[in-house]
């Protein structure tokens, strides 16, 4: 075995697969090298106790926008400070976003953000956001299956957001109709006419201020969205992923159609829903601080909230993930207009000891592993390289401590952004290290990593969450 | 370490949760001790190569009938053969069954057949088989319950067999309201008077020759006392698993109260399919040799065969299993009488590579794995002890090997029936080796077991399929 | 026109087809001979005003008792005090049951019911009730083929009440497949093990006080039934009505088959409630009367008559009828033993006013009397020469005064019963008039008619209702 | 009676309602005076006798384009050449569009459309197309409120033909949610991006000959727009009717909607088909003549046309009409090109003579009036006056001969555009008399009537169909 180094973490309950084990894990250099009855192998050169606590894979956040510049704000963090922050919550990969750049091949988009990313703690993949699709459906089967070559297994589309995101229906469909096997579109869903809409009367009204933020992107402009985007894709037997629901009746339509779906179409339809949607609702809006709440899709009612709650212990929602964005306070406070506040939550570092608070006594460590870790990965091609400790994977390793009571505190972050908008919520447990490759980054809330060790990891098929 | 022997089995793709990896399992004594990275470990005292092959759990074969004895008929094998037989289709749990006695504790039951099955070689679980439950529904609950602590999650409820097994509505309803937390329910399902005039009928026209077996239990019957069943666990929201679905009608009508049911009910309805039901189907009652596939229910006609392959391809059934019992060709053939000749068809030795070989291609080896090993021991609470390659659980292991072809042939098997319902059968793969608790009971044909190792397993709760 | 004598009801609003209108109606001797605009037709023998007034079809109650002898107890009434009762009620046509006698041509127990019944002062029609359906098909296609051609589309199946009346699962299906095309079955659905069973244990409590009634007929041993005979009309594409629906999810059951029915299939499933089970709870079996209301299927919950009531409105149930039974107090109170008290109660002459009064303002007029006369008629084979105001049709009218407000007292009821389950209920409108093929029977609270004047109407093919 | 003119027709079978009847019906001046009994009444100053014949109510065409001018086609007829063709064909009523004129009132939209019809010789009423809805919600419910006093119920939307008649989805949710009670809103369903950019592939590939209409427009567009509409319906709880539903899609979707819907939800949605879609397929432009048959919808494949005429006799359909346009074969032979070919069909002319010979056999002449009479006049506000043969009903009334049998030829039609598509086709049946509001206007093949008799109908709340 030689120079590898040999880990052995030991005393700890080790989720693996869908599985909570009394177990050793075993890394040799960057990978598990195995799972094993405690005392089964004792020759190694480091042993870490997780007496008391979980050993988890480390949390793959399948939506984050780091470092991101929408032409008109940028958010405050670069990748090493932003992945930093991801790691501090056990987050050891972040899934991303590359933008297509029009009438340019994908790989040149993919090296531009690979570029950016150079200085990441933690690895990343990236999802291609698809902005101009070739009209031919040859050369659009073309472009994407070589995106698919280059390791890019899930594209973005957007229904909303003219003129520089938005694609109508038939690029949307044409887009699910050449999308080679294996790969898997998400999609943010809101209609954008009614969006459009809704802003401009409020625009009329002189209604600009924060507090009627979410007045300007109806519930029912999600829910038609992902009515239309579900149905279009059925036609075409694709897979589709719906990102952010924020509202019950998103989730509701992709069980639904879920469960209409005979035999192997099942299992087309994927979501996604975020901490803020199911821990806050829009009463903040009237409250001190709105501009700390504004994001796309906003919070919606407080029976949004609870259903989406509900629907997420039920099993009806395959990832849990952040869209987080790094504004800070002060580019918040730009202007009290809501229509040109930069909109996003930071939200990575929070993720696990949120919703290992809010869901793990209903559906248990296994399970919420799956929603944070092992259905990302599946879905987004990494698996099994990442979001499990199998022989083989990455050691990217969680030692979680569920004892410790504490209250979220936005001093305790590592965000530029100088607030959480979960600030005081109490949480259970803690992370106590976690490494990734093999390598302890964070230890006791000290940071051990370097810039630049994170790795871009390209993605294979997208398979179905278990 | 010290006196406990350490194998190694090397070199071949483990399937362990619902994953198939490249991986080392090691074995220390009885248990597994871990899977690991190829060459992780290498201080063993034995290392087994499985260069080329699968390295698979033990099959859990859930629906066994050995040693029989109906107070009619008694199957020609007892558990030592009947056992050793499993052992060489690599099968190391089956769960049979033990009658309730009426009138006293289900410890009494219990006892008595594990007395039978003294001389077993592979482990063994009960299902209890609830003959007269308690009027009062508070007896029930204290006697069901007496149950669990025994180790019995599972009981078995017959709608049919007047007048030893059958119960009625209010009984089942009774029963399934009753039941602890935790507990399932086995239903055969079988409209009894449907089955009972149809069969009178044959009689009063004389048709009682082997080949009018299948009209004696229409198709209808099935289907009916399924939809039956479910809506009666649906009203007290208990788990239910329907056996040996012989028609398509019966799977579909599962699936789709899966599907009704909001939430948490979901996964209270499951299933199970035999081997018989998926590659025989009516016309051999056509045949020269009709008795020899006389079983309740009765083989379907093509339509409905083909259909449930199509479900268990889709996912649409949770486990399958044998229902083996060993009749001799010359208890089949004592009578011309279908309703005197005994019936239930030998299997369990052909379970997995049949099932291999017809769905391994469609879904997978995790998931047919699933179906044959995790998912039954996770319904009858034996998992993690069975049915999966983990750390800490029992090491029940197969090798087996994908690349030889054979057919089936009686003369190769153990079975003491002098025949199988599948003579000529081509098959994909051969077992090559059987662990049982560490210990190898199966080497390239060769027995190496001893009659009564096996150990009776006490179920926990009855967990959610995979 | 010679001698036939020419009515013309003149001011009123009438009901026709499915439509309110502004009309006239003419009458030539027993017959609707027009339907004309005020005024156009003058020439006529009697002009009876009707201003003020709805002109409606007589009521057509599908589901009566009269004369009942179940071979324990005796409805108090005969034919002709039990058909005036009605008449005064504004009921111009009962079906009511003749029952099988076994091993005899139905015409046998034809006749002897229409023997019993030439008193009536009212037209009627009968249902059979099948109690011992021939074992061979083919015999028993053509004895229900006898029964079609001798006027009698519908029969009666029970599932409950052993040994008289019973039918089990194979009888049933057998029946649904024999019935001739045009033929009903009206189904009694009560799971006869849950009630017997419910039953017996309140016996073996010492618990058979009239207020323990509800509890021995649970609510899901309807549900339970109504899914399974559903089920079986399934199978062979039978058309069945379920009776006297006393819970929400009887009626929650047939429409949700009804929309699971594709095409043709639809229309298969209707039901029908009575007015005791959307206007009273069972509250009352804790009151001071609980005798009154024993009857089966017994008073369900507050919710279920609220949801019932719902279903109603919103336009889930087919046919409104009585169920009515003339027991007296006196036999009612016989012992204070439910399971030795004889059940049902009277209805039929309070049908038409609680119903206009509970339901008008939701449905309409026109609604409404397709619930109480159109669609009976239409299913049962009378349409149109019952149920319907249109030439040709019977001259069966009711002149109904919605001005009137008053409350049901018994001592304005004219069944021998001596009590009304609805006393104290306040009613909408009044019943002036009652003409009987062209007969004024009722004339403000008069009784015109005359003993036999009744006829027996030969019944078509069933109709799907309107 | 006086001066006023009294018919009766004698001796026909009347469709009333939805009830087939042997009975004569009387006439006095405009009005139906009474349905009778044959010689109930006889004094009257003329007796047509429709002996053997079928008395129906006139046709109502809830779907032309009289003298239709798009701004850049014209049709060839006017209303009063439009409307004889019409009067010929059974057509009684015709329900037209007018389309709002932005920034003004309705009341001027309307005014103008009816002087263009001052020379129509049957009546008609309007729908009419919203082209620019007010943006402000109150100030459109009050327009629309505004519009449904001046008569009209009924307006139309299309989700496609931008930039003139296209509306986003907010305006159609605004609108749809803005609807006074008892209006309804028909739909153009076809997704503008999708035949956008089908056409325009097309253009781009040089295949605009006539051949290639049917590829610019896939029936996936029509399938995606009424699942859209649908939901935005659902969302608001208006009531929507999807017009020239021409593949089996929309019908199936409307109908799941409906049937999905609970209680008074229950018939907010509803569809027509016309003959086009049910009688010609596809295969047509691949013929001689496919300028022919240039419509919007496109004729589809002979799947989708045999599969839309099974659920028409399904009873899933609510309306037949006709979306008649009179272009002449020199205006579609203008160009060879398919983007500049005027879109539409003759064909109101040989509504009922198609339909009649289609589906009278299948669903029965009551509901295949009530397809082309009852219905219309339900959903569009004008029943009872419209649609059916009641006393006080317009006497809008055609004698039809089902005997003679010939087959469709242009040259017997009144159209001006030269031919028909439905030439050759054989007929059942012959259209002998026609009378509007009392007034024989076709009598045996001779008009009768004259240009300016036909009357605007204000129509009232839309009703349910039956």
Redesign the interface.
Known sequence: ?GEVQRILITGGQVV????L????V?I?GE???????P???REVDRVISAAGCFVLPGVVDAHTHIKLDTGIYQTADDWETGSRAAAFGGVTTVIDFANQIPGRPYAEALAARQTEATGAVIDYALHMVVLRPE??LDALQASLGELMALGIPSIKLFTTYRPNYYL????I??VLRAMPDGMIAMVHCE?D??V???T??LV?QGKTDWRHHGEARPA?AE??AV??VL??AS?VGARVYIVHNSTADATSLVNRMR??A???Q?GRFFCETCPQYVLLHDSVYAGEHPERYILQPPLRSAHHMEQLA??V????VDVLSTDSCDYTLAQKRATRDFTRTPGGLPGVETLLPLMFTQFVDHVGLPRLMAMLAENPARLFGLY?RKG?I???SDADVVIYDPAPQSVIRHQDLHYLAGYTPFEGMPVRGRVRMVLSRGEVIVDEGAFKGKAGRGQFLPGGRSLDP?
């Open positions: 075995m693996t697969g869908q599985t084990l009394r177990a050793d075993l040799e990978h598990i090298a195995g799972i094993l009855s005392g089964a192998v009209v031919e109508d229906d038939a690029a469909l044409r209609n006419s009614m459009t809409a809704a401009q009367a009329e029912e829910a038609e009515n239309r149905y279009l036609l469960s209409q005979e035999g192997k099942r509900a629907y212990r039920a099993g009806m099994p499990t199998l022989p083989g278990c």
